[in-house]
Antibody
Framework: QVQLVESGGGVVQPGRSLRLSCAAS????????IHWVRQAPGKGLEWVAV????????YYADSVKGRFTISRDNSKNTLYLQMNSLRAEDTAVYYC??????????WGQGTMVTVSS | DIQMTQSPSTLSASVGDRVTITCRAS??????LAWYQQKPGKAPKLLIY???SLESGVPSRFSGSGSGTEFTLTISSLQPDDFATYYC?????????FGQGTKVEIK
């Protein structure tokens, strides 16, 4: 079935780095833009970044621009989020989501990132 | 950046009630507006996209309307499974923003 599965979350100290992965299955991964969306504990949803179907275009929220990098490997059906210079305010569940009509129709289960000393 | 304002923040309703949630954009977003349902500990679920298009598999009691800056999500007859938090989401110029959410509680 159509599925996105995130991994790579964990506890990391402020200023350190972490890389998240999102494995896709059940659809033609290389045909779709894919996003990262995050949700801080008890808070609402925040869009983080998007990458186009072929990886040629990338856009970021101002809150992560210059610190986070989105990438993809279509040969492995996998999306990545490299997170550098992590801050306490980056603590959240991170979801990957497939784009449909400028909305998000397929979501992963999420992976928790905690930034704490 | 475009700001999205949802109202109300919390809504108490009974099974069978007609429920309406409003989302206002700080500037026109044409019809690039989606609605999601989220239950505790779960990922959001797409209900409506392009303001009024019902996502496949979503019950027809959910409907969306609006354009420009004002949008509504209507649940025609609230069911027990509908108690959840609802978010609107806009797209404009390669930037996506969510509303702050509306929690629908049992009255």
């Amino acid at each position: 079935q159509v599925q996105l599965v995130e991994s790579g979350g964990g506890v990391v100290q402020p200023g350190r780095s972490l890389r998240l992965s999102c494995a896709a299955s059940g659809f033609t991964f290389s045909s779709y833009g894919i996003h990262w969306v995050r949700q801080a504990p008890g808070k609402g949803l925040e869009w983080v970044a998007v990458i186009s179907y072929d990886g040629s275009n990338k856009y970021y929220a101002d809150s992560v621009k210059g610190r986070f990098t989105i990438s993809r490997d279509n040969s492995k059906n996998t999306l990545y989020l490299q997170m550098n210079s992590l801050r306490a305010e980056d603590t959240a569940v991170y979801y990957c989501a497939k784009e449909k009509g400028r909305a998000f129709d397929i979501w992963g289960q999420g992976t928790m990132v905690t930034v704490s000393s | 950046d475009i700001q999205m304002t949802q109202s109300p923040s919390t809504l108490s309703a009974s099974v069978g009630d007609r429920v309406t949630i409003t989302c206002r954009a700080s500037q026109s977003i044409s019809r690039w507006l989606a609605w999601y349902q989220q239950k505790p500990g779960k990922a959001p679920k797409l209900l409506i996209y392009k303001a009024s298009s019902l996502e496949s598999g979503v019950p027809s009691r959910f409907s969306g309307s609006g354009s420009g800056t004002e949008f509504t999500l209507t649940i025609s007859s609230l069911q027990p499974d509908d108690f959840a938090t609802y978010y609107c989401q806009q797209y404009n110029s390669y930037s996506w923003t969510f509303g702050q959410g509306t929690k629908v509680e049992i009255k």
